[in-house]
């Protein structure tokens, strides 16, 4: 190393993936109106995330889409069997024939 001038990016630069967990600003604003329904949501039930749990997902799931962060799936983020899932068939008990009409006798 020589001092007065910088250091060569050719001596110990390494490139690495982020950490887990970081990912890039929101420059464009493309998932903006979802965290703001998601900032709302939390604001009105005094920062409490259970109320706003569908709205995480809507959100997270737009970033997800548009590259903001790493493809992952909704159980690894907490956020499976939410209100209004579909059910998975992988982990939900087979669905049972319905009962036949008891039948009237007079």
Avoid at 5 to 32: Q, Y
Avoid at 70 to 89: H, W
Wanted: aromatic fraction near 6%.
């Amino acid at each position: 190393m020589s001092f007065g001038r910088p250091p060569s990016i050719n001596n110990g630069f390494r490139v690495s993936a982020p950490d887990r967990g970081s990912f890039p600003l929101d420059h464009f604003g493309e998932c903006k109106q979802k965290m703001t329904l998601y900032m709302n949501c939390l604001k009105e039930n005094g920062s409490t995330s259970s109320p706003c749990r569908v709205l995480s997902r809507e959100y997270l799931d737009c970033r997800m889409q548009k590259g903001l962060m790493e493809r992952d799936d909704f159980e690894n983020l907490g956020l499976a069997n939410l209100a209004g899932d579909k059910p998975n068939p992988a982990t939900s008990p087979e669905p049972q024939p319905p009962a036949p009409p008891a039948s009237k006798s007079a």
